[in-house]
């Protein structure tokens, strides 16, 4: 009886402690005055609506266990737990700060503040603490050693300090001392000093974030079968530069649930032993880019998969028809791959799914109505495929369906009523198909996008489309619609409006019924005369498209109030000056007026426009020089004045445009030296400059990196002189690289728009000038014709292995033919024509297994012409000219005996030999003698203009009559 008395009276005094406990202050005295002189210690923002500003609650006259982010010890009173994330805290915890007296602590989160200090190792005094965050924090520096001492650490949380840096010793020391480790998450913490083998000792991890560390060595196996590991985020990493494979796994049923290898240089095919993570809900393996293969039918069989993303890889053959009845995915991307063949009848399993992405692949066939009856379905997205065929017109049950991508396939005939009718549908695109016939169904009131461009619809514009009072963008172009001006319309929503190759012929009565209007197109139309009046005056447009039209009448005053940054009115007929009132305009960033008769000098104002990223003025008739007054720090990005009539010298205030990536100032009369100063531009990729008046050496460059993103060089037929230099080669770094682009990043596309910029840019290949409406980045050039070029060609041009086209033509280069040409494995294009080579044509060029174009006429080569590969398909004109060659496909044969370099020019090379036509000419009517003293007199002081014109008319007529 009396050991139950005193437990019953142990029972009671508990009570009482604990109700004392609630009913009067638990703080600890010490740890109230170190909390206050955290909160004094630092500032706060509390404007921001994302802030929550707990510390600015604490008082001194309150009991600190009742503060907002405080947990105190419910018998000692001392604080055990601090959370003041999300806060708006900025300041520096100083070393001598009384916080690091909080010694009991055992959880700690400074998540989300702007503490941006060096981590302290007096963070390693914590020695209690199972929980720390200090993600998002902005800590810098080394982490120190000390925070090894915090063996009860059972979470870790250092993401998004981008300046903290992890050595691999105090790393390795770290994970073997946080033996109860089970969640670490070091997402852009700097790793790139440690490496990812001691993670085997830590068996006791759950979670674990390596996103954008660059961590180094190896992914194995080992990692992924950590006994406990449930969720892995590895992104961003990108292994290795030479890519690696992703590891083959050694356990069987391993507990990750989650992985993500997203974004890295992964190669190779997925192992087939990935069937073992059978616990797998989510998995991640987009932007791999070089991933490739089939994908495994194990894959996706998997019996918990909800999320899989393959996209952004080059996975090809068809996608596996196994998806059981039994799966559980929500969300399926294998978009941007290779993937051929008909779209799997199993899909119509995937009941759960409420993201289907397979867009841009190569899928075939036709779209099967069990595909369009997944109930649950989101998001469907089917575009830039080869689907082909009619759509079911069938009652489709996608009722919670909001997005539907079709375009840029095949599919033809009628667009069936469901397509229109959706209940929830938000977004249709069905642009770029075969679509035809009218539209009679009544279109959703629910559309915010509909885009029904580049078909063949006709008839009227349905009715029900200009009652679309929630509608933000629209895409009619490319039909063969009419009655837009029948109907009264208000789009009060309206944001995007394509209206191009409709055949309109007058401007459609906008003003006041589309006041968001920013987007507007209205290209390759029949408007004529002037442009309307309240399109220059609609302050809300961004983007406004003019181009290939009849209009006349260039604007002639832009108002200061204008937000316009995108206008391209290319292809019409205007005539007159360019009004230098679209300086007024300050927000331009793109300014396209090419290919009309626009007449005068440039305004000066658009060099110095701040905002201007694409000056195209291309293909008109405009003269005077140059603007010398480009500013500093310019944006600008292209440059095409070619075609014009513009003279003078080139202004060195181009060297302000840093951003400059397309210069191209070919066909004008520009004289001046070549401008080397444009080596200080680091991102050049396209240079420009044939057919002007420029002249004199090009002078060895003075930069290490001086022109080392070009990837077109042209200076042809202008008055250049002197060797090649040497050191250009060496530094056309980019043009080393052959790179296999994917579909959609082929093309340049230097301003960073959504919207297009159509280049225009004409190149001679093949010999042939090709204008490219988009430059490919694969098209690698370099062409010095027809200039004056002497001595041999650089040894170092084999160096250039991504060359596409290689023009030394006409020029009085001579010497052999560098054999390291033969390198030049990608080349389609080489002309040597009209210059002095002499030797053998080296047997190495029949390694070029691309070769479509060779000239290497008009020289002094000799001796046998190789044979084999490319070389069996040219005809005799690639060697015309060159009296020494013999062999096949010449009707000269070699007969086996060495061919010796002829003593005088072949025909044709006349224009090569100072010591010229003309002279002999003269020399017929003159006597001989004074023929031969006026050949003389021409080889070391050059042609007099009078020999040219008195001789060489007549003389040229003749050879084309022979």
């Keep these: 009886m009396e050991s139950w008395a005193g437990w019953l009276l142990l029972l009671c005094f508990h009570m009482f402690f604990f109700h004392f406990s609630f009913s009067h202050s638990l703080c600890h005295p010490h740890d109230k005055i170190v909390l206050l002189q955290f909160k004094t210690s630092l500032n706060f923002f509390d404007s921001y609506d994302y802030v929550d500003p707990k510390i600015a609650t604490w008082e001194n006259e309150t009991d600190c266990c009742s503060w907002v982010g405080v947990t105190c010890h419910l018998i000692s009173g001392r604080v055990i737990g601090l959370d003041v994330s999300c806060s708006g805290l900025y300041g520096e915890i100083l070393p001598n700060s009384t916080f690091f007296y909080l010694s009991h602590l055992q959880s700690l989160n400074l998540a989300f503040n702007y503490i941006d200090f060096q981590l302290s190792s007096l963070f390693g005094g914590f020695v209690s603490l199972t929980r720390l965050n200090l993600s998002f924090c902005d800590f810098e520096g080394e982490i120190p050693s000390q925070i090894s001492q915090l063996s009860k650490l059972e ?140 994908i495994p039918s194990s894959l996706l069989t998997l019996p918990g998969l909800t999320f899989l993303d393959l996209r952004f890889n080059q996975f090809s053959d068809q996608i596996p028809n196994v998806f059981p009845q039994s799966n559980k995915f929500q969300e399926l991307d294998l978009s941007h791959n290779n993937m051929r063949g008909e779209l799997p009848s199993t899909l119509s399993n995937l009941q759960h799914l409420i993201h289907l992405d397979l867009s841009r692949n190569q899928l075939s066939g036709q779209i099967t109505l069990s595909i369009l009856n997944l109930q649950y379905l989101i998001f469907l997205d089917l575009s830039h495929n080869r689907l082909e065929g009619p759509l079911p017109n069938k009652i489709i049950s996608l009722s919670n369906l909001t997005q539907l991508y079709f375009n840029d396939n095949l599919l033809n005939e009628t667009i069936p009523v469901w397509c229109l009718s959706l209940p929830s549908l938000l977004e249709l695109d069905l642009s770029d198909n075969q679509f035809t016939g009218h539209i009679r169904a009544i279109v959703s009131q629910s559309f915010e996008f509909l885009y029904l461009c580049n078909n063949k619809l006709q008839g009227n514009i349905p009715q029900s489309i200009f009652t679309l009072v929630n509608l933000r963008q629209l895409c009619l172009s490319s039909n063969n619609f009419s009655g837009f001006h029948n109907f009264n319309y208000n789009f009060p929503k309206l944001e995007v409006l394509y209206l191009s190759s409709l055949g309109l012929t007058e401007f459609p009565k906008l003003a006041g019924k589309v006041p968001m209007l920013a987007d507007l197109d209205l290209s390759n139309n029949k408007l004529n005369g002037i442009v309307s009046k309240w399109l220059h005056e609609m302050d809300s447009l961004n983007y406004l498209n003019l181009s290939q039209n009849l209009l006349s009448t260039p604007v002639k005053k832009f108002s200061r109030n204008h937000n316009l940054k995108f206008l391209d009115l290319s292809f019409n007929l205007l005539t007159g000056d360019i009004s230098s009132s679209i300086c007024n305009v300050s927000s331009l960033n793109v300014l396209v007026l090419s290919h009309n008769k626009l007449v005068g000098v440039i305004p000066p104002c658009l060099a110095n426009l701040s905002s201007l990223s694409v000056l195209d003025l291309q293909r008109n008739k405009l003269n005077g020089t140059l603007p010398s007054n480009f500013s500093m720090n310019s944006l600008l990005n292209i440059i095409n004045l070619n075609d014009n009539q513009l003279e003078g010298i080139l202004p060195k205030s181009l060297s302000n445009c840093t951003e400059l990536e397309i210069l191209n100032l070919a066909n004008n009369q520009i004289e001046d030296k070549f401008p080397d100063w444009l080596q200080t531009l680091p991102r050049l ?97 370099i062409d010095l014709s027809r200039n004056k070029f002497d001595g041999e060609i650089p040894y170092v041009i084999g160096e250039l292995h991504g060359l596409k086209a290689l023009n030394f033509s006409h020029n009085r280069l001579s010497g052999p033919i560098p054999q390291s040409i033969g390198n030049l494995t990608n080349l389609e294009s080489l002309d040597l024509s009209s210059n002095m080579f002499m030797s053998r044509i080296p047997t190495e060029l029949t390694n070029l297994n691309f070769l479509e174009v060779l000239n290497l006429s008009y020289n002094q080569l000799v001796g046998e012409i190789p044979e084999g590969k490319q070389f069996n398909t040219f005809e005799n004109n690639s060697y015309i000219g060159n009296s020494g060659l013999c062999g096949f496909p010449l009707s000269k044969n070699c007969n086996n005996t060495e061919q010796q370099s002829p003593s005088s020019p072949s025909f044709g090379q006349e224009e090569r030999f100072e010591f010229g036509w003309e002279a002999v000419v003269i020399g017929y009517g003159c006597g001989i003698i004074f023929g031969i003293g006026l050949g003389i007199f021409v080889l070391f002081i050059g042609k007099p203009e009078w020999l040219v014109k008195m001789v060489g008319g007549g003389l040229r007529k003749k050879m084309r009559r022979r």
């Excluded at 406990?228 to 391993?254: F, I, M, R, V």
Aim: proline fraction near 5%; charge should be positive.
């Design 155 to 294: 979470s870790l949380d250092l993401s998004y300090n981008f300046g903290l840096r992890w050595k691999e010793s105090s790393w390795k020391k770290f994970l073997q001392n946080t033996t109860f480790l089970k969640e670490l998450i070091l997402d852009g913490v700097n790793m790139t000093l440690s490496s990812m083998s001691p993670l085997n000792l830590s068996t006791s991890l759950v979670s674990l974030g390596l996103e954008s560390t660059s961590i180094q060595r190896n992914l194995r196996s080992q990692i992924l079968c950590l006994p406990k590991l449930e969720q892995l985020h590895l992104s961003y990493n990108s292994y290795s530069p030479n890519g690696q494979h992703l590891p083959d796994l050694s356990c069987s049923g391993a507990s990750l649930t989650i992985l993500d290898l997203s974004y890295n240089h992964f190669e190779g095919s997925i192992p087939a032993s990935f069937s073992n993570l059978t616990h797998l809900t989510f998995l991640d393996l987009s932007y791999n880019i070089y991933l490739n293969g089939s």
């Design 685 to 781: 990729t396209v240079l420009v400059l044939r057919a002007n008046k420029l002249y004199g050496p090009v002078p060895s460059l003075k930069m290490k990196y001086g022109f080392s993103c070009l990837l077109i060089f042209d200076i042809s037929s202008n008055n250049f002189n002197g060797s090649i230099p040497k050191s250009y080669i060496q530094n056309f770094q980019a043009m080393k690289n052959v790179i296999s682009y994917k579909v959609g990043e082929l093309y340049m596309q230097p301003y960073s728009s959504n919207k297009s910029v159509t280049e225009f840019a004409t190149i001679t290949t093949k010999s042939i000038p090709v204008t490219f409406r988009k430059i490919p980045k694969n098209f690698i050039t």
